[in-house]
């Protein structure tokens, strides 16, 4: 009973392995671009020659930060879309016959869920009163 429950634990716990696997790549990338794109560290290290504004470096960097800050802004997306494929994966070892069906099931609920979400949770406050529509 005990290495079932345990068993079980393990598999979830590795449905987080993918966003959390991201996480340090994205540090890396907006660290560097960030740090490389600043104003100030490029003057007081003189190197305004290589990373000023409009050279090829500047421009790779900037796109590093963005990407780095895009792959935080969404976390949460990920987090959702990396723990709802890992407990397909579950299911999936449990019911091998319906793997593609069970993966697409998954993957199409949580992206019609994170896309529409939003929408409707701003109509049912403003329904409710709580934001005032002009505004919203």
Do not use: W
């Not at 560290?41 to 990407?67: D, P, R």
């Amino acid at each position: 009973m005990k290495d079932k429950i345990f068993g079980v634990l393990q598999r979830v716990g590795r449905s987080f392995m993918l966003p959390i696997a991201i996480l340090p790549v994205a540090g890396l990338l907006l660290g560097l671009g960030s740090s490389f794109t600043n104003a100030t560290t490029i003057a007081t290290y003189g190197l305004q020659g290589i990373l000023g504004e409009g050279t090829l470096l500047h421009s790779l960097l900037i796109i590093m930060n963005k990407v780095g800050s895009a792959i935080f802004d969404n976390l949460p997306l990920i987090f959702a879309v990396g723990v709802a494929i890992g407990m397909a994966q579950l299911v999936i070892a449990q019911l091998p016959q319906y793997g593609a069906q069970i993966r697409a099931v998954v993957l199409c609920a949580t992206l019609i869920y994170e896309l529409v979400g939003p929408f409707l949770t701003k109509k049912a406050l403003q329904a409710a009163g709580e934001i005032d529509p002009k505004n919203a």
